[in-house]
């Protein structure tokens, strides 16, 4: 499946902003689908994700409260809502799939997805 992730932009300390993952080639609803992000000089890291059915979400601990991760596989999209953002969010997001046979798991582990969007970028300023 592609992913495009798209939604990133510059925004004020206490703002919000909605990233959107939209897929072709396959249909969403066969993936769980995750959010992570990528600070400079940082490894990637995980930050949301979703199962198949839309049931199960995850957060990293970090986001918990803040983001929601939601999707609508009539259109093929995957959307993450961040609000009350923070400096420290600043970072490069990317949207990934994970095939999975389980409609109501939303795995969290990084090398469990294999197709990756082309990321977008998120500034926060303080």
């Known amino acids: 499946v592609q992913l495009q992730a798209s939604g990133g932009g510059l925004v004020q300390a206490g703002g919000s902003l909605r990233l959107a993952c939209a897929a072709s080639?396959?249909?969403?609803?066969?993936?769980?689908i995750g959010w992570f992000r990528q600070a400079p000089g940082k490894e990637r890291e995980f930050v949301a994700s979703?199962?198949?059915?839309?049931?199960?979400?995850n957060y990293a601990d970090s986001v918990k409260g803040r983001f929601t991760i939601s999707r609508n596989n009539a259109l093929n999209t995957v959307y993450l809502q961040m609000n009350s953002l923070k400096p420290e969010d600043t970072a490069v997001y990317y949207c990934?799939?994970?095939?999975?046979?389980?409609?109501?798991?939303?795995?969290?582990?990084?090398?469990?997805?294999?197709?990756w969007g082309q990321g977008t970028q998120v500034t926060v300023s303080s």
């Open positions: 080639g396959r249909t969403l609803s066969l993936y769980a």
């Open positions: 979703i199962s198949r059915n839309g049931y199960s979400t």
């Open positions: 990934a799939s994970c095939y999975s046979r389980l409609v109501a798991r939303a795995p969290t582990n990084i090398d469990e997805y294999g197709d």
